[in-house]
């Protein structure tokens, strides 16, 4: 309200003497007249002088009079029309005019103005059985994502997990539902089976327990059911297997140890009994025999080792279970994990005697590799001088055997032979964040704002299932843009799991640790003055990602003295000008509501106290928002 426009020229001719506002609504089939609803703002903002000068205009829409008697706007006064029914365009058309009156010796002005398309909202909104069955499931799971409002209206926030139909003479319907990763847990409620359209229903690796609820048979349209990872027991519905059979579902049950699918009882047979009594009989007897055994073979082998030499090592097929020996004596498993495991001549081989260095970092070095079936690697070599140890190491495998997200780059095996480590990973072909932000990588242009945008989302989305999907959660204490990777696609996955710590959620605030990681200028303060990390530590990290990712600058800036990104980004912003904080990279190739969006949800993230800082979820949320303005922008 501080500025206003004014015809350009002024003379006393009646076209220099109108402000003319024109524009087309745009209509489509479902909407051939949408019609307006304007809002039209004024203030004085000169000093008028005397009663002989006046500024006093009419205003139109269409050449139909507006405002019934001449406006003159009040001196440092904001003052606002608006039409209370919809105006109608001629096909789409709108035309708005201030026009001078002729006692007027001043010009029109104008300070702002808003217009809304009417649009009608019968079978706008979704289905009222659907609307129902998501609400029982949002408040039973208290699901923290962007589920506000209407499921599936508007299609631009539609909710996370969803996908709806849509048709112009029938609600919203929602054909599919994907709840995986959420740590669910309970019984299967019966609410899902309202949902009549649903052709799509995940509800992988959560905490499922009970039976398959018979009701999902019902559901006319489901195509495919993804019930892997779960606690479930019990036998597969007959109703579910019929459709099995007949080609016409696809059902996902792996990974449920409990649940049988020979879709009839799971209760043992009388035969099967009475086998079952014999082994009952026999295996005690057979344990007797052979322990007995194995205690006089064991007194040989100590009678003829006497004065066995320490130290013995292993041979390189050792057993996967990477055991050490604590103070004590006593012997604990470290390690177990199901991934494939590799020799030191494997790791030769595929990476050609280590010929192709993709990085180096605290760990060791990273080597280009290629598994006999073709299949590109990403070997990631201990070196002796690496300061992280055998124990790191250990967590890192062990850790990677246990989370599993598209976001999180996935462990293909490891090697632990002899004194030598190593782990394989995906590979990740376009390198990392920070060298495309930084113009590293001399073979591709500067990444897009939108690609940035989903970058970011999706690196949340990896650290989100740390913090809130894993039991116990896990803190990423070393986020930062050199550990997201990107793939051919550019889709990000966060690396680097060995400083991984859990964190547990029963009544601890925070974890005590007794030595500082991670990286200068992304350390959050709490973490870095007194060793206290939680969950809002590693949503810190990620600020200072976001706000790397706005400006393109490194965490720490040398302008003239050090300068963390942080203070640098809230100088600037305190002009009110977002451009000088956006790369220049991006080229003005922008919306500029969603850059202003993600600088604020970066900073709230970099809070000083770890209460003010939003959660993953939240953060998660925030971005999802943010790269839906911005393709709103871009359309």
Known sequence: MQTAITPRNGSRSASSRTIELSWDAAPNHAYPDPGVIGIVYFAELEVVAGDAAARQFEMAINGKLWSKAPFTPQHLVCDAFFNSEAHRGFGGDYNITLNATANSTLLPTINA???????????????????????????????????????????????????????????????????????????????????????????????????????????????????????????????????????????????????????????????????????????PILAVVVIGALAVLLLLIMTK?????????????????????SRNGDTHSLLQVDNRRFTY???????????????????????????????????????????????????????????????????????????????????????????????????????????????????????????????????????????ILLNVNLKAKVADFGLLKAFNHDGDTHVSTTRLVGTHGYLAPEYAAALQLTEKSGVYNFGVVLLEVITGRPPILQCPKPTNIIQWVRQHLAQGNIEDVADVRIRGDYGINSVWKVTGVALKCTAQAPTQRPTMTEVVAQLQECLKLEEHHMI
């Open 113 to 283: 103005a808003e217009f809304f398309s009417v649009v009608s909202m019968t079978n706008v909104a979704t289905d009222s059985k659907d609307v129902a069955a998501m609400a029982v499931i949002k408040a039973k799971y208290e699901v923290k994502k962007n589920w506000a409002g209407d499921p599936c209206a508007p299609k631009t926030l539609v909710w996370e997990g969803l996908n709806c139909s849509y048709a112009i003479s029938m609600p919203p319907r929602i054909t599919r539902l994907n709840m995986s990763f959420g740590g669910l847990s309970g019984g299967i409620p019966s609410h899902f089976s309202n949902l009549k359209a649903i052709k799509y229903l995940d509800l992988s690796y959560n905490n499922f327990t009970g039976p398959i609820p018979k009701a999902l048979s019902d559901l006319p349209f489901l195509v495919v059911l993804d019930l892997t990872g779960n606690q479930l027991n019990g036998s597969i519905p007959s109703g579910l297997m019929k459709r099995i059979q007949d080609g016409s579902l696809t059902l996902r049950y792996g990974k449920n140890p409990n649940l049988c699918s020979n879709g009839g009882s799971c209760e043992p047979t009388k035969k099967n009994s009475k086998s079952m009594l014999a082994v009952y009989i026999a295996a």
């Open 305 to 325: 080792k006497q004065g066995s030499i320490k130290g013995s090592v292993k041979p390189q097929n050792e057993a996967s279970g990477v055991h050490s020996q």
């Open 345 to 483: 001549k494997d790791l030769q081989v595929m990476t050609n005697n280590f010929k192709t260095v993709l990085g180096r970092g605290g760990f060791g070095s990273v080597y280009d590799g290629f598994l006999p079936d073709g299949t590109q690697v990403a070997v990631k070599l201990r070196s002796e001088s690496s300061r992280q140890g055998v124990r790191e190491f250990l967590t890192e495998a062990q850790t990677l055997t246990k989370i599993h997200h598209k976001n999180l780059v996935s462990m293909v095996g490891y090697c632990k032979d002899g004194e030598y480590m190593a782990l394989v990973y995906e590979h990740m072909s376009e390198g990392n964040l920070e060298d495309k932000l930084r113009g590293k990588d001399s073979n591709s242009t500067s990444l897009t704002w939108r690609q940035r945008l989903r970058i970011a989302m999706e690196s949340a989305q990896g650290l989100e299932y740390l913090h809130v999907a894993c039991s116990p959660a896990f803190v990423h204490r070393d986020v930062k843009t050199s550990n």
